[in-house]
């Protein structure tokens, strides 16, 4: 006889409990510390605090920990937990010209004042693995500079010759939009499209930027910069009449310069491509900018040849925690609709078979009547 | 960071509540109409039923009595899921019974006993477009909707009956709401669609990853698209349901064996089960009894 499946609930428990001891792991070993994930594994940090529109690097490392190191989970849980924390304002714009300035670097000029900037790059090592690693040799003090020039953005070079285009404005009276409580629409106006860029999913960008480069939708772009280092943010208290600090927070800015060969409304100049992200991710940053100038489809009278160009496309599926979501619920059960298709295919066959051997079938009749 | 897991009533928070209430209301006064709304984050994957679980929050008072249901049966695991949520962060009562919820949220059913006025039925929804297969682009499909231009949905139906003979589509059948907006009821299988039509219930669509509201109204048309001489047709079943015997419900076929053994049984299983407590029994089950 058969018995329906029951006890989802005790089957659900019991995973979770089995999930909790595969991430604990091994109880000999000591259990790893938040702390221990904020300063060992930075970057995936930074990732999880990009991708999740979420400054805090120990939420950001509990998720991480909590997720077993899955970046786009750890994103997810951050961005549960964001959701629900009230909104008090949006900041100004942070201004990345004083930026206390870690790393920069240019593509566009040998060199320029304030210098070529290395600062911690995987840039230029040699990926071979270190076996001093596995036992914790002692590291070096680094070599640092003292910080605090404000070093000089190379757009604003470029700007004083009035060859690139002027940093994006938004039309006036254009209130700055938030896609996190504003449905989306299209055509999306930049400001949210550069919302949903820094937001999405570092690997689709970075395939769709690298697309842009053999040919779908070419942009000839150069590093005017990139930028990586700790800016202030602000927010403006309308009953004090002036913006006060609400601390600071480490980004990385990719400015991205375009060869524009001029359309009947506007003279050849440079454009630009614009990435900027929480922490240190230059990768994403600079995709986000090859595919911000791609985006800008509208402004340039291009034609949209290609999938980085359009925009319904990139913004709609660069979200990696509704794509996740999207593909995996194709996991839960979906038998009442496949039973439909069975009866359908089925019945399908019934007339295949039927017509083969050479008898028509009812349906058949009347549909060629 | 210890003070950080505390959550409203139903986890969302009430503004955001107050603005899916309007979207909610703007939906019920346009039927069929999908209305966009700020989707929120949800702690499920989104997919996995975040624009029902949002409506349900929304509307979901410390009174109500909520039923969950995922292809129609209280018991699988996702149902179990959003039950539990709201369980913990709503402290409402649920139950299995449909005659005794006030709020059902389903994916994939419309439940087969008949709802009454005052029950609401919240709808999981995956893709809220109907004209999404046939027009992959937004900006278009809206301007379809506003200029009431539903030709490539005729032409799709068509051609699928010029190709097999009937329409080939099972589940996700399109309906034309109060004669205006032609709607996805959701992936329900297209035996579940005259349910929709004059229903005594109110109808709610939460479609989370694509930030639409809809709605159908308490005793509205629905009507499922079709042609003259091509009516719209339910699903039959050869047999009744082999626990409790039903006949014109809804069946899942259960494999038994490898030997090409089959059952079918009620995908309700509330209704199943109730049928069964009134004394009605399929052939399985009286074969069961049998060989006591």
């Not at chain 1, 998720?63 to 964001?82: P, S």
């Not at chain 2, 099972?170 to 297209?190: F, I, L, N, Q």
Request: aromatic share 8%; charged share 25%; glycine share 8%.
């Amino acid at each position: 006889m058969y018995v329906a499946v029951k006890g989802g609930e005790a089957a659900i428990a019991n995973a979770h409990r089995l999930l909790a001891d595969r991430r604990r792991g091994d109880r000999t070993l000591p259990s790893i510390t938040i702390q221990q994930v904020v300063e060992q594994l930075g970057l995936a940090v930074d990732r999880v605090m990009a991708e999740a529109s979420l400054y805090d690097r120990e939420l950001a490392a509990l998720a991480v920990r909590q997720a077993r190191g899955d970046m786009i989970e750890a994103i997810f849980i951050l961005r549960a937990y964001r959701t629900t924390l009230p909104r008090f304002g949006y900041s100004e714009p942070v201004n990345t010209a004083t930026m206390k300035v870690e790393r920069r670097v240019s593509a566009t000029y040998k060199d320029l004042p304030g210098g070529q900037l290395l600062g911690p790059t995987f840039d230029y090592t040699h990926r071979l693995l270190d076996p001093s690693l596995i036992d914790d040799a002692a590291v070096e003090e680094p070599a640092v500079k003292e910080p605090g020039e404000h070093v000089m953005r190379v757009s604003d070079i470029l700007d004083g010759e009035g060859l690139i285009e002027g940093d994006g404005r938004m039309p006036e009276g254009h209130v700055m939009g938030d896609l996190t409580r504003e449905p989306m629409e299209f055509p999306m106006a930049r400001d949210l499209r550069l919302q949903a860029l820094a937001r999405g999913d570092e690997g689709f960008l970075l395939a769709l930027a690298y697309s842009t480069q053999r040919g779908y939708g070419r942009t000839h772009p150069f590093v005017g910069e990139v930028r990586i280092g700790e800016v202030e943010v602000e927010l403006d208290l309308p009953e004090l009449g002036f913006a006060v600090s609400l601390g600071v927070v480490r980004v990385t800015e990719c400015q991205m310069v375009n060869q524009f060969m001029g359309s009947a409304k506007q003279p050849p100049q440079f454009t630009r491509g614009y990435g900027l992200v929480f922490g240190q991710s230059e990768r994403k940053a600079m995709s986000m900018s090859l595919v911000d100038r791609a985006l800008r489809t509208d402004e340039f009278s291009e034609d949209i040849v290609a999938p980085a160009q359009d925009q319904e496309f990139v913004i709609s599926h660069a979200d990696n925690v509704q794509a996740t979501g999207f593909v995996e619920h194709l996991k839960l059960p979906h038998y009442v609709d496949f039973q439909a298709e069975l009866d359908l295919v089925r019945r399908m066959r019934r007339d295949y078979e039927a017509a083969n051997s050479g008898e028509p079938t009812k349906e058949r009749r009347e549909a060629a009547e | 960071m210890n003070d950080l897991a505390t959550y409203n009533f139903a986890y969302l928070d009430e503004q955001t509540k107050r603005m899916i209430r309007r979207a909610i209301l703007k939906a019920i006064a346009i039927p069929g109409y999908q209305v966009p709304f700020a989707s929120r984050e949800m702690p499920m994957p989104y997919g996995w039923g975040t624009g029902g679980v949002q409506v349900t929050a929304s509307i979901l008072g410390p009174k109500d009595v909520l039923k969950v249901i995922d292809q129609g049966a209280d018991d699988t695991t996702n149902a179990v899921s959003i039950r539990a949520f709201f369980q913990k962060v709503a402290d409402v009562a649920v139950t299995t019974k449909t005659k005794e919820a006030t709020i059902i949220q389903t994916r994939h059913r419309i439940p087969e006993e008949g709802l009454r006025e005052g029950q609401t039925l919240v709808y999981q929804v995956p893709i809220p477009e109907p004209l999404r297969f046939l027009e992959p682009r937004e900006t278009e499909t809206r301007k379809m909707h506003a200029l009431e231009e539903y030709g490539l949905m005729h032409v799709k139906l068509y051609e699928d009956i010029a190709r097999n003979g009937h329409i080939a589509t099972t589940y996700a059948y399109p309906v034309k709401v109060e004669g205006r907006y032609v709607m996805d009821p959701s992936p329900t299988p297209k035996f579940d669609n005259p349910k929709m039509h004059m229903s005594e219930a109110l109808q709610l669509f939460g479609a989370g990853r694509e930030k639409r509201i809809y709605a159908v109204p308490p005793y509205t048309e629905v009507v499922s698209l079709d042609f003259d001489d091509h009516p719209f047709e339910v699903q039959k079943f050869d047999k009744p349901c082999a626990l409790c015997g039903a006949e014109n419900v809804y069946l899942d076929e259960v494999v038994l064996d490898d030997k090409g053994g089959r059952m079918f049984v009620c995908s309700d299983t509330d209704h199943c089960e109730d049928r069964r407590d009134c004394g009605h029994a399929g052939h399985m089950l009286a074969r069961q009894e049998a060989a006591e």
